[in-house]
């Protein structure tokens, strides 16, 4: 199966993905899925880079999951899991939810120490979480 994206200047982007012409409703939709997973996994490892040295941590592993109330979390040895239905986000969200994982690496919990640790490299953090909680991403 071959699944691509094509976006041109003169376009809105698009997704052209190779599959029979009686490929099943189900079948487009988790080769759609499969297409936003990878993109999500390489763009999320880049935005990990970006923001690690920033925070002063290391992270050591990243999984995506499909969790219907968290965006993500961060345990103490530096795995790190992320939604991938945050891809739908503009890039300014994710990397709020990114640098948020990140800074747990640091601070453990949410107490004002975690949020200036945030906001060291988001400032604006509060509008964005409060964008996330007001505009839920799709289910798929």
Do not use: C
Not at 71 to 85: P, V, Y
Not at 101 to 118: C, G, I, K, N, Y
Request: proline share 6%; glycine share 2%; hydrophobic share 45%.
């Amino acid at each position: 199966m071959l699944v691509r994206a094509l976006v041109t200047a003169t376009e809105q982007p698009s997704l052209h993905i190779a599959l029979p012409h009686s490929a099943s409703a189900a079948q487009v939709r988790d080769a759609v899925q499969a297409w936003l997973m990878r993109d999500a996994r390489r763009h999320f490892t880049e935005r990990l880079d970006h923001f690690a040295p920033l925070l002063g941590v290391r992270w050591a592993s990243l999984r995506l999951s499909s969790a219907n109330t968290r965006w993500g979390s961060a345990k103490a040895d530096g795995s790190i899991r992320l939604n991938w239905r945050l891809l739908h986000y503009r890039p300014a969200i994710i990397d709020y939810v990114v640098a948020h994982e990140l800074a747990h690496l640091r601070v453990m919990d949410h107490s004002p120490r975690f949020w200036d640790t945030v906001a060291t490299v988001v400032p604006d953090y509060a509008q964005l979480r409060s964008h996330l909680r007001d505009e839920p991403a799709p289910l798929w």
